[in-house]
């Protein structure tokens, strides 16, 4: 436990890390070096011994002094999809991974600060999570559920749901949205056992925005705002905010609620960015359409959005989208631009997205497999870890991933095709089949994405980037070089 010291005190007292820039950089890479780690290598399915390891975080806890502080904390606890025997130094206790201390690093932060309200979201499941050492949050919210890390949590959504639930604490207020039955049942069914007062949060009425747009696009969004309208109220009341002590979600809501809700952002979800390398004032250019989905309830609503960017781009309000001229005749083509991690399944998440959008009339004229840049096994610089001779690089799952595109594309079409007026560059492409492509690279696929613009004046490249977060983050980070 000597590391999880150093790194969560190894800051001086003055706050400085370093004295010079050199020396800092150094410390950076070391730091990362360090995190890098933290990432355990066994497999995400490997469930066994969760609860020995949960019970562990009471035991870096306490190392860390940090019992009392989060006994202090006033935590709004949310998933989305204990008694302990002293413990000191001398303990064989194993390091944490990388998300446990992660989570044991952001309660060292907020203990230091002392922030008026902690908003702690689970990062897997609910019940071992490493946000699950709050034992007395002010107030709970488990938000949509559906199929994801099935692998862990389980196949079914009732164990789904009970994973979630398991950070409800007796007698917590709690807060959920509309959901399946099959879930809402195990929802109600363990906030009983635990005497915890559990309400159906209604979804957003936009009325109440007073003719603002909501900060972030999709009708789900509107049932995220609900919730968190309920938690935010909750909190203030049981804290004895007497001002907030009557929001009538019905008929008004507090300035500060409609100015939090209608200015929202989450970059990487529902966000649309130029190509900053090309004129966006022509049509022989590139718009990136970036959305981090990658469980097949959010692929269909990935595909609404992107339908609706596509057709009606002056209906779409939104606090993350670029200003970029539209021209209502101008050619287009929709390229799709996936990855996903192998432990997610492709024949549940490229089907819902391809029949959403052509549900829409858009189709996809050409889909594009990469690997991340981004690796699992790697925390920092994607320049650095990423293999400088693309033939190192293993790319089985993206052919994987385009065997199943073509199989469905031709399903889906049947005899019909798409009219397609770009013509398209063979360079750097590992597999080219009739609609998709394989490259060996992100940088690779870019590339081929800019080629491809420039050498087709008359059409605008409109590239829908999804499946994957760390995908959707390392595009990010090569249109802002």
């Not at 302990?84 to 044991?104: Q, S, T, V, W």
């Not at 164990?159 to 039955?181: N, R, S, W, Y």
């Not at 539209?326 to 997610?344: T, Y």
């Amino acid at each position: 436990m000597a590391q999880v010291k150093v790194l969560l005190f190894g800051v001086g007292e003055d706050g400085e890390c370093g004295s010079n820039e050199a020396s800092s950089v150094s410390a950076y890479d070391e730091a990362m070096d360090a995190l890098s780690s933290l990432i355990t290598q066994k497999s995400r399915a490997d469930t066994s011994n969760s609860g020995h390891r949960f019970e562990l975080l009471f035991d870096y806890v306490k190392i860390l002094d940090l019992e009392e502080s989060i006994s202090k904390m006033k935590i709004i606890h949310v998933a989305g999809t204990k008694g302990k025997e002293k413990c000191n130094d001398d303990m064989d206790i194993p390091m944490p991974n990388l998300f446990r201390f992660l989570a044991l690093l952001g309660f060292k932060i907020f203990a230091a600060e002392q922030v008026d309200v902690a908003i702690m979201e689970v990062g897997l499941g609910g019940k071992f999570d490493a946000t699950n050492v709050v034992q007395n949050p002010i107030v709970c919210g488990i938000s949509s559920l559906g199929y994801d890390h099935t692998e862990i949590l389980g196949d079914t959504l009732a164990l789904i749901a009970g994973e979630k639930a398991g950070i409800f604490k007796k007698g917590v207020p709690a807060f959920t949205v509309p959901q399946p039955d099959e879930a809402m049942e195990v929802l109600i069914e363990k906030a009983s056992q635990l005497d915890v007062p559990l309400e159906v949060a209604n979804p957003l009425d936009a009325k109440l925005l007073n003719g603002l747009d909501l900060g972030l696009v999709g009708d789900h969004q509107y049932l995220n705002a609900g919730l968190a309208i309920k938690l935010c109220s909750t909190w203030l009341q049981r804290t004895g905010h007497l001002e907030f002590d009557s929001i009538d979600q019905t008929s008004s809501l507090p300035e500060q609620f409609i100015k939090g809700l209608t200015t929202a952002a989450l970059q990487g979800r529902a966000q649309i960015m130029r190509d900053p390398s090309l004129d966006i004032e022509n049509p022989g250019s590139i718009v990136f359409y970036l959305d981090g989905a990658h469980s097949p309830e959010s692929m269909e609503a990935c595909g609404n959005w992107f339908s609706l960017a596509i057709k009606e781009p002056n209906l779409l309000k939104n606090n993350n989208a670029e200003i970029v001229p539209i021209n209502p005749s101008e050619n287009s083509a929709q390229i799709l631009l996936f990855n996903c991690m192998s432990v997610r399944d492709p024949h549940l998440l490229l089907p819902r997205l391809l029949k959403t959008c052509v549900g829409h009339g858009i189709n996809f004229n050409k889909a594009l497999f990469v690997p991340n840049m981004s690796l699992y096994t790697k925390v920092g610089s994607t320049t650095s870890s990423f293999p400088q001779t693309e033939s190192l690089v293993d790319v089985s799952w993206q052919l994987t991933l385009q065997r199943v595109w073509e199989n469905i594309v031709s399903s889906e079409r049947g005899n019909s095709s798409v009219t397609d007026n770009a013509e398209y560059s063979e360079m750097s492409v590992v597999k080219s089949c009739e609609n998709s492509v394989v490259f060996a690279s992100l940088p690779l696929a870019i590339k081929w994405l800019r080629d491809t613009a420039k050498h087709n004046k008359s059409v605008r490249l409109k590239v829908l980037v999804t499946g994957s977060l760390h995908l959707v983050g390392d595009v990010i980070k090569l249109l802002k070089k």
